[in-house]
């Protein structure tokens, strides 16, 4: 792999490959230009760690179907579109702050976290706008949105709230919902859950925008998971 090639500047001949392994670019900090916008029309697979610490802004890759933990941690992508992806890794977009919508296919397993973001500031809270979770996606993982407060140590000291994130869609396959995957979400207003079935633990704790929820099919609904949401 290239992990830690911190002078690789370029990268090309991507367009064949099929899967991309754990940590094959992380800390490649160096990449510029075309290489930090690829285009890999084959790929199925990506690693954990994959493009980890990387200026990568774009990688367009609708077959990919695996997205691996910490896959694009700490990049620079803008979108993450893999809309034949059904495997996302916990932590896969961790303090990707730039990113700002992601859509996925039929996502079956979802790790934790996905979507943190770490911060020690209110003016550094992220761009995420819109996410799409594709027909046949039956899970939404634990903490997928959360944002921690660090205090001036880097210690988790509380949440701040995910403003930026307004819209995100969900088909009618959603079977479970993790513990506090909105949380603090507070400006989303719609969401469909009219075919989940559990619902974790301060799923939507001070959701404060959320103004309707079809819990029709709901069997379990977990501590606090509406809590504050008014």
Same mark, same amino acid.
């Given at each position: ?14 367009? /064949? ?5 754990a940590e094959?670019?992380? =800390?490649? =900090? ?6 930090? +916008? ?15 610490n990387t200026?990568? +802004? ?19 992508? +803008? ?14 977009? *961790?303090? =990707? ?21 770490? /911060? ?27 944002? !921690? ?6 210690? !988790? ?19 479970k919902i993790?513990?506090?995957? *909105? ?8 969401? =469909? ?9 301060? $799923? ?8 309707? $929820? ?17």
């Amino acid at each position: 792999t290239f992990k830690d090639c911190s002078s690789l500047t370029t990268v090309t001949g991507l367009e /064949s490959v099929t899967s991309i392994g754990a940590e094959a670019f992380k =800390n490649c =900090n160096a990449l510029t230009g075309d290489s930090t +916008r690829l285009s890999m029309p084959e790929l199925l697979s990506i690693g954990n760690s994959a493009f980890e610490n990387t200026p990568i +802004r774009s990688l367009t890759a609708v077959n990919v179907e695996k997205i691996g933990e910490y896959a694009f941690a700490e990049s620079n992508l +803008r979108k993450a579109e893999f809309p034949a992806a059904t495997l996302i890794g916990k932590y896969a977009f *961790f303090n =990707n702050f730039a990113l700002s919508s992601a859509e996925f296919g039929a996502v079956t397993e979802m790790g934790e976290f996905v979507f943190l973001l770490e /911060s020690n500031s209110q003016n550094s809270l992220g761009a995420l706008e819109k996410v799409v979770f594709g027909n046949g996606t039956s899970v939404i993982g634990d903490n997928a949105f959360l944002l !921690h407060a660090l205090d001036e140590q880097g210690e !988790h000291w509380g949440y701040y709230y995910r403003q930026s994130l307004k819209t995100v869609t969900l088909p009618d396959t959603v079977k479970k919902i993790g513990a506090m995957a *909105f949380a603090f979400v507070t400006d989303l207003k719609q969401v =469909n859950l009219t075919g989940v079935e559990e619902i974790g633990a301060q $799923a939507f704790y001070n959701a404060v925008s959320l103004t309707a $929820a079809d819990i029709s099919s709901a069997k379990t609904i977990g501590l606090m998971a509406f809590a504050d949401c008014a």
